[in-house]
């Protein structure tokens, strides 16, 4: 079965930097789309940036300008370069990946904590 696995989490301090990877496991095929979700405490699960087999990219509104994602198709690996924290942006981020008529594929998160 396809397993997703997150790292690169932890404490940042506002206006810092920190880079969250994805690889995905026990998968031959590329997942059409792969993207990171995040979910703050008290909050719903939020989309945060997601990438196209192809290339094309979507962000949230929130993170645009200052968070970019990226995929390696050959090594079944996706990225997401955040740039500019807010205390806002505290939270657990998730790895997803979406294949045609099957069920989606996460990854067992990663905290985000940005300090004020």
């Known amino acids: 079965q396809v397993q997703l696995v997150e790292s690169g989490g932890g404490l940042v301090q506002a206006g810092g930097s920190l880079r969250l990877s994805c690889v995905a496991s026990?998968?031959?095929?590329?997942?059409?789309?792969m993207g990171w979700y995040r979910q703050a405490p008290g909050k719903q699960r939020e989309l945060v940036a997601t990438?196209?087999?192809?290339?094309?990219?979507n962000y949230a509104e929130s993170v645009k300008g200052r968070f970019t994602i990226s995929r390696d198709n050959a090594e079944k690996t996706v990225s997401l370069q955040m740039n500019s924290l807010k205390p806002e942006d505290t939270a657990v981020y998730y790895c997803n990946g979406k294949r045609t008529f099957r069920l989606d594929s996460w990854g067992q998160g990663t905290q985000v904590t940005v300090s004020s």
């Open positions: 026990g998968s031959i095929f590329s997942f059409d789309t």
């Open positions: 990438v196209s087999s192809g290339g094309v990219t």
